[in-house]
């Protein structure tokens, strides 16, 4: 199996009508992704790749039957109504893809959907991928490109950049080594699923025996993985890179998670945090196939 | 985090029911003498700078009267603290202190919520106050959606042992701060110290908010300037490069420099990542090979040719470099041609004679540095584009390799041009930023007409063998003209070079000719 999406999900487009909304379904569905319908407010009746549109989520749900996940594309400042609005209708997976939401319309998404048993990925995500199943999001770009970059295999990625979670997963395939399911965490301070949870995942999922994790300075992320790891909640092995060495305190690069402040969330307590607890830490991305390979040897063995 | 100063964020809590020391802000010895004036007591002067410490750094004075005050303002309005020129002061009622306390709230990405602190103590070294009497500082998540109650900031206070009318005074604080960061989409407050006066009144001596950056629309009362997280004022090179991000949201460019000035004798470089965690990874391979960078910068998301020619512009601005590195994750979704052209008009245009590795690994790769290659052979230094299957650290070894071949050569920032006089008076319309000139007379020697052919969107057309619009005016400058710039790769490089795309960077003309002349 793979973890949360696979070739049977049924997903929802919301902002399908949008410049973007559009492109993406349609990329989407040439993967293979299973699109069910679409939402966008004052355009229900219309039809985008074949996709029936609806004025709201609930309608969808109603017309459609049960939406397992809702990709989310809509401008930044509207993603909280309508992360609110899938939630409501029964939606238990949102992938958050826009860049520039409010931290605070995130707490409150986070919050509601911690009391409708919910999850969401991101926001300012690039979102996940079930290789040969199905994407959510827009990993991989063109459907071709994506099924020649990432293949199934035993391999569970999560990251914190959208391009390193497919730049690892090439360079994983190869070397012969396929993925279960790759995901990015989102790029902002707070995430909804964060590395310790796709972890969890991870753990749960039979296909999965290896776990890479791209890290970066800043958040608690990293360090809440090495507490897992610690406690014996995550058994599989994990081969983890921290980006950001040599990041100057105080000051953003980019990822609005990647701040450092202080010493806590520093290259350096992550790495050594991670060590202690028996994560395998790479200098170099193109280390992470060399090291996975042996570690499945290992398992092999 | 957009940072507010002193003198900003205790607007708000003034306004927002947290009292305040009765004061204003000052940016005259003349003003700062008619505030003490009317408070009528002594005061304290404290300049607004962002830096801390500022008492150690002589920021602090005190003064007994209004002439006082405007002296000692004399003194420290135009001084120099850590680099930063003081302009404005605040002038505030110096108060009787009983003791000094914190109060705070941050972001807790672990519990996903927002986080109050208090303390019984505060003032300087509030961290290692905190690790050294951890029974004196309180911390609680607040649910979001319910809400920060005052019963909860009651227990807080009482937690560290304060109670009675203190209690009442500092857990009305603690709701008002809840409120105000809610109002104000805050990524943080600080208030520090938070004090008790030896009358038993509880003020907010000194306070720093900042705004999550990604909020700032929702607030132009605040009138923020930059929207971005650093840790001092932007310079003038990352204003003009906000200004270009925040007119163009084809993508993200994210652009800021590291050092205040590149001395020609280090071993600067010009750094173009894209995506976070592919720029974060190219920046540590370089830096490996003991480059040191002038600039952070990021263009991703799939930006438009012409943000990326106006990245590479501003990156290009910076005097002294030794080279340029481009790089991504090396499996970028977007199609990477559109930053080769970016690349090739500003590298062209500014005759690059500092050598360049550009990695573009990801979709369309290769026509991607095939346009690299072969558009900017003639230019005076070595442009090398690389794909997927090469790692930064090679690519940065090449850099390395390159730039002792050039023997550390340093860059100079050549003047801006404006359109050629031939241009002006030509075929031309408006695009989403810039403006495309076509100049139809030297179209009739024109062999291959190849621009219509190169244009992705298809919106030129041949009359009488000379390129026009076939949509209106309008639709081109409303977004049917991509900016993908190939039209004037194609027609420069294989053609008459009559096309030619004006893409304005406001200020950025003006900041060149300033090198120019320190230079």
Not at chain 1, 139 to 167: K, L, N, Y
Not at chain 1, 212 to 237: C, H, N, S, W
Request: aromatic letters at 8%; proline letters at 4%; glycine letters at 10%.
């Amino acid at each position: 199996m793979s973890i949360l999406v696979n070739e049977r999900s049924r997903v929802l487009v919301q902002g399908i009508t949008g410049r973007e909304g559009m492109v993406r379904t349609r990329l989407m569905k040439d993967y293979g992704t299973q699109i069910v319908a679409g939402a966008t407010p004052g355009k229900g009746g219309r039809e985008v790749y074949g996709v029936p549109v609806f004025n709201t989520v609930g309608e969808a749900w109603e017309k459609v039957g049960p939406i397992d996940a809702s990709v989310i594309f809509v401008p930044a400042a509207l993603v909280k109504n309508a992360a609110f609005e899938a939630i409501d209708a029964g939606v238990k997976l949102l992938v958050l893809v826009p860049d520039r939401v409010p931290i605070f319309d995130v707490l409150e998404i986070s919050n509601l959907a911690r009391r409708e048993g919910a999850v969401f990925v991101g926001p300012n995500t690039l979102g996940l991928l079930s290789p040969g199943q199905a994407v959510l999001g827009m990993i991989g770009g063109r459907a071709q490109s994506a099924r020649e970059w990432f293949q199934s295999g035993i391999v569970g990625v999560s990251s914190r950049s959208g391009g390193m979670t497919s730049a690892i997963s090439y360079y994983l395939t190869k070397a012969g080594l396929g993925q279960s399911t790759i995901l990015h965490v989102g790029g902002d301070a707070v995430v909804g699923l964060s590395h310790p949870e796709v972890m969890e995942f991870f753990e749960k999922d039979d296909q999965t025996k290896i776990m890479v994790m791209f890290g970066e300075i800043g958040t608690t992320q990293e360090e809440r993985v090495a507490e897992l790891k610690e406690k014996g909640d995550i058994t599989k092995p994990i081969v983890a890179y921290i980006g950001g060495k040599a990041a100057k305190e105080g000051t953003r690069f980019s990822h609005a998670g990647a701040i450092v402040e202080g010493s806590a969330g520093s290259h350096e307590s992550k790495v050594q945090r991670l060590e202690k607890a028996g994560v395998r830490v790479v200098e170099s991305i193109f280390d992470i196939p060399k090291v996975a390979l042996k570690l499945k040897k290992n398992l092999e063995e | 985090m957009a940072r507010l100063y002193e003198y900003q964020s205790k607007k708000i809590l003034k306004e927002e029911g947290i009292p305040v020391p009765q004061g204003d802000v000052a940016s005259s010895p003349k003003e700062a003498g008619k505030i003490a004036q009317e408070i009528g007591r002594p005061v304290v002067l404290k300049v607004q700078l962002w830096v801390t410490g500022r008492a150690d750094l002589g920021g602090i004075l005190f003064a007994e009267t209004s002439k006082e005050a405007e002296k000692k303002a004399q003194d420290l309005l135009g001084k120099k603290i850590k680099n930063y020129v003081v302009e404005k002061l605040i002038v505030e009622e110096k108060l009787d202190i009983q003791s000094e306390m914190f109060a705070g709230l941050t972001i807790d990405d672990t519990s996903k919520a927002p986080c109050l602190i208090f303390s019984s103590v505060g003032g300087t070294g509030i961290e290692e106050i905190s690790q050294k009497y951890p029974q004196k500082i309180v911390r609680s998540p607040v649910d979001v959606l319910k809400g920060f109650k005052d019963y909860e900031a009651r227990d807080m206070v009482r937690k560290v042992g304060i109670s009675g009318k203190t209690m009442l005074f500092l857990s009305d604080v603690l709701v008002k701060l809840f409120a105000l960061a809610c109002k104000y989409d805050a990524r943080s407050v600080e208030i520090n110290p938070l004090v008790l006066t030896t009358d038993n009144s509880v003020y907010a001596a000194d306070c720093h908010l900042t705004i999550d950056d990604y909020a700032v629309f929702r607030h132009p009362e605040l009138g923020i300037e930059v929207a971005r997280e650093f840790d001092r004022p932007p310079t003038l090179l990352e204003k003009i490069a906000y200004q270009v991000e925040k007119k163009d949201h084809r993508g993200t460019f994210y652009f800021f420099q590291m050092v205040d000035d590149v001395s020609p004798e280090g071993k600067y470089i010009g750094f173009n990542g894209a995506g976070g965690g592919g720029s974060m990874m190219s920046m540590d391979a370089v830096m490996n090979k003991g480059f040191k960078l002038a600039n952070y910068c990021d263009t991703s998301g799939n930006p438009a040719a012409s943000k990326v020619y106006r990245a590479a512009k501003i990156i290009l601005s910076q005097p002294h470099i030794k080279g340029y590195f481009a790089s991504g994750s090396g499996v970028a979704s977007q199609e990477q041609f559109h930053s080769a052209r970016g690349l090739v008009k500003a590298f062209w245009e500014d005759n690059l004679n500092v050598p360049a590795v550009i990695r573009l690994g990801g979709n369309y790769e290769e026509k991607a540095v095939e346009i690299l290659h072969s558009y900017l052979k003639n230019v005076p230094a070595r442009v090398e584009g690389y794909g997927r299957d090469d790692s930064s650290e090679f690519c940065a070894q090449r850099l390395e390799n390159l730039v002792q071949e050039n023997n550390f050569h340093s860059h100079m920032v050549p003047p801006w041009q404006e359109p050629g006089h031939d241009f002006l008076s030509s075929y031309s319309f408006e695009t989403v930023t810039g403006k495309i000139f076509i100049h139809h007379q030297k179209c009739l020697n024109c062999q291959t007409k190849g621009c219509i052919e190169a244009c992705r969107a298809q919106i030129l057309e041949l009359e009488n063998g000379k390129p026009f619009l076939n949509i209106s005016q309008e639709e081109a400058q409303k977004g049917k003209c991509t900016e993908c710039l190939a039209c004037e790769l194609y027609c420069k490089f294989h053609e008459q070079d009559a096309l030619f795309i004006h893409l304005p960077i406001p200020g950025l003309k003006e900041y060149r000719d300033r090198i120019g002349k320190e230079d």
